[in-house]
């Protein structure tokens, strides 16, 4: 998330929150905040911990605060969202990533990744969490 500049391509990350699944897909952005987020690097100081991943399976408390943590960090290139809830009342997370998080450019590809539509793929969603960081 530190340069994303992608060649002018927004990725969007789905996360699902199905047994800790991750999926990305394009899907329209509801609700968007069209203020101008603050830099990220205020709020670094308020974090206790460095922003890594570790080479573990994350659980969904894990793979959630991971997400909130990179939003917060990075409110410049990504915007975090919910489209819902699991059947077991988790929030299924959508993390845009772009150089213009909360805006839709026409004629700029928007890229999906898609990762753990299957609780059981782990790896798939271990994955995606790299990708994102």
Request: with cysteine.
């Amino acid at each position: 998330a530190t340069s994303m500049s992608f060649a002018g391509i927004t990725i969007l990350f789905i996360v699902m929150a199905v047994e800790c699944c991750i999926v990305a897909a394009i899907v329209p952005r509801p609700g968007l905040n069209r203020q101008s987020p603050k830099h990220y690097t205020m709020h670094h100081a308020q974090l206790d911990e460095s922003y890594t991943v570790d080479f573990k399976y994350h659980n969904y408390e894990q793979m959630t605060e991971f997400l909130k943590t990179t939003s917060l960090l990075f409110q410049n290139f990504t915007y975090l969202y919910s489209i819902g809830q699991s059947v077991e009342e988790r929030e299924l997370w959508v993390m845009v990533v772009s150089s213009s998080p909360y805006d839709h450019i026409v004629g700029k590809p928007d890229v999906k990744y898609v990762a753990n539509i299957h609780g059981d793929e782990a790896v798939g969603r271990e994955l995606m969490l790299h990708l994102i960081h």
